[in-house]
């Protein structure tokens, strides 16, 4: 029985390894990742810099990383994750893909977790 739970932990361990290389923008700020443990995804993109905080996701123009904290740019000024969280600018609608479930920010095509387009069934 605890060969079998290890083993899961391992799949699942592998599973979510597999995953992440979605994200590997992560790699470019992992003392964000560090400090603050609200943010669980970065994904950069064209139109700047997407935070999934929770089940939500906001766009914001940056990341900053100070002995204060991590700052978010919004219309080229600092504030905190939580600020623009309540910045209804910042806050995107989201969908949720069919196949893995992953909930992603309204404008992406597919999936930002398993690649799977929005609109296919
Ligand atoms: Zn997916």
Request: glycine share 8%; net charge negative; proline share 2%.
């Amino acid at each position: 029985m605890k060969t079998i739970k290890v083993l899961l932990l391992l799949l699942l361990t592998l599973c979510f390894s597999n995953a992440s290389h979605a994200f590997e923008d992560e790699n470019y700020y992992p003392e964000v990742k560090q400090e603050s443990p609200l943010i669980r995804h970065i994904i950069k993109s064209e139109e700047g810099v997407f935070l999934q905080i929770g089940d939500g996701w906001i766009l914001t123009e940056g990341l900053q990383a100070s002995a204060e904290g991590i700052f978010v740019i919004v219309n080229g000024e600092y504030m905190t994750v939580e600020a623009a969280l309540e910045n209804s600018e910042c806050v995107r609608k989201t969908w949720v893909c069919k196949k893995c479930g992953f909930i992603n920010y309204d404008g992406i095509a597919a999936c930002a977790l398993c690649g799977k387009p929005r609109y296919e069934k």
